[in-house]
């Protein structure tokens, strides 16, 4: 049975004092002592800064960036890993930011320079599609057609099959598989958005969010529409204010045009990395501590409040009108993929290229030249340091493509450093719920320090991280091997 969140109700009352957190978990019919555990897991409600330095982004890193924040004159406050992406710092000859905005940075305050694989049909010129935009370009379409029973759920659900769509989330997992699974199930059912983006060098979701708000509406409510969901809830990285302010009005304004066929509404995530994995996700929307649940059963079975739920990165659920609206065979023979490229490259953004294209091809459309570059950072933290700029960017390859991010490190760059970033990154995200994942980041942070290479030792921290019960804690060495790999084959 649906219930108030706790989350929700502690944001409403922030500042925290003892009064409000009993009034909370009176509310959300919780003990006590399950909503003081949320306080003091939330960095939120511990008065803590949201996010992690920006010094701690792998590219920061790589140009020296924390030297560079000892040496500034304190004007430059700490920013949070998922407040700045790498891709717009601008730097003047001498290492000083070009453009600063006396405090936090506007993700809007920046032009995103990018090229499409695919036309004008995804990104627009425009910074923002507004509704009449997304309605002139075909969105929404299908809406008649459904109304008048001309499109049913098998006819969206075989669309995407025959689509062949995996999830761009990073786990790749068939979307139909999983949207048949929840329309399989009893009502009430719920579709979960995952816009808690917060994997280090990922912006596309983000991007979606604040300049195609209605794409990806559209997209979720097509899904819940297909699996009968009941409500639709967009769980959106809190430091992500414009996209939740913006969705908000997205949602108002559908629901004034009467196109919200199913209630839908913005829930602000914990504000952590593990709230990405999708069972610790339920975990914090139900007012818990974000701590992975144990699978099976999965969340397509007993999900969020024990229902059927289909939770679906922000990236998939935008390709389900284009599926419908192209044809599901038209859109496979493209098969496109988001990908966040920055780094040593001449022009970092967010570009749209068809699975399949080589590594170093979606480098040189970004400007960045392979023969140049002594490797790159691919999927992300839970990714891995190649120089193979051969390398097919699709999934399930010997190589995680996770959720799309591309980072190039030059010959300057120190990739140990680098490398240190994302062992502090995972030792400081861990939860702490199961035993191998918080001892086993922490000896590999150390590790790292102290730029160990006995490979045996490596081989034991992985047999001990691969019993973590999240990806988390199992992806956590994915870098530190493969970096001693490039290493191995400089």
């Not at 786990?171 to 280090?200: C, I, W």
């Not at 990165?313 to 496979?332: C, F, H, K, Q, S």
């Not at 493509?401 to 450093?417: C, N, P, R, S, T």
């Not at 047999?463 to 199992?474: A, F, P, V």
Request: net charge negative.
């Amino acid at each position: 049975m649906e219930k108030p969140s706790l989350l929700p109700l502690l944001d409403a009352r922030l500042p925290l004092t003892e009064e409000k957190v009993a009034e909370a978990a009176r509310l959300a019919g919780v003990p006590l002592a399950q909503a003081w555990g949320v306080v003091r897991y939330y960095p939120r409600y511990r008065g803590l800064p949201q996010g992690r330095l920006l010094v701690d982004d792998p590219v920061a890193r790589s140009r020296g960036f924390p030297g560079l924040l000892e040496r500034a004159d304190g004007t430059h406050p700490p920013l949070g890993l998922e407040a700045l992406s790498p891709i717009y710092l601008r730097f003047t000859p001498e290492g000083r930011f070009l453009e600063w905005g006396g405090g936090w940075v506007s993700f809007r305050e920046f032009r995103l320079p990018f090229a499409l694989g695919r036309g004008k049909r995804l990104i627009p010129p425009e910074p923002i599609l507004s509704l009449s935009q997304h309605r002139a370009l075909g969105g929404f379409s299908w809406l008649r057609a459904w109304e008048a029973g001309q499109l049913t759920p098998e006819r969206v659900l075989r669309a995407v099959e025959e689509a062949r769509l995996l999830g761009r989330g990073g786990a790749a997992f068939p979307t139909h598989v999983k949207m048949r699974a929840v329309a399989q199930g009893e009502p009430p059912k719920y579709l979960v958005a995952n816009a808690d983006e917060s994997e280090p060098g990922n912006f596309k979701d983000r991007f979606l969010l604040e300049h195609h708000p209605f794409l990806v509406l559209e997209g979720a409510l097509l899904s819940a529409l297909a699996v009968g969901a009941s409500r639709v809830y967009l769980y959106v990285r809190e430091e992500f204010e414009a996209a939740i302010l913006g969705l908000e009005r997205a949602i108002g304004e559908l629901e004034e045009a009467g196109l919200l066929p199913v209630p839908t509404e913005v829930f602000r995530s914990g504000g952590l990395y593990i709230c990405g994995e999708e069972t610790a996700l339920l975990e914090s929307m139900e007012g818990r501590r974000a701590e992975p649940r144990l699978k099976p059963p999965f969340p397509v079975e007993r999900g969020l409040w024990g229902r059927p739920t289909l939770v679906q990165n922000v990236e998939t659920l935008a390709n389900l009108p284009l599926i419908l609206r192209e044809g599901p065979e038209a859109w496979r023979r493209e098969e496109p993929k988001l990908f966040s490229l920055s780094g040593e490259v001449a022009e970092p953004g967010l570009y749209e290229l068809p699975l399949g294209t080589p590594l170093g091809e979606a480098l040189r459309r970004a400007g960045g030249e392979p023969s140049a570059l002594k490797a790159a950072l691919l999927g992300g933290a839970a990714g891995v340091f190649t120089r193979d700029f051969a390398f097919p960017l699709r999934y399930r390859e010997r190589l995680p493509l996770g959720a799309g991010a591309v980072v190039a490190f030059g010959q300057e760059a120190d990739l140990w450093e680098v490398l240190l970033g994302l062992a502090h990154f995972f030792q400081e995200e861990s939860c702490g719920k199961c035993f191998p994942c918080p001892l086993g980041t922490a000896v590999q942070a150390e590790m790292v320090r102290r730029r160990e290479r006995d490979k045996a030792l490596l081989e034991d921290l992985a047999r001990t991280l691969k019993g973590s019960l999240c990806g988390l804690g199992q992806s956590a060495y994915w870098a530190y091997q493969s970096l001693l790999e490039v290493e191995g084959a400089a």
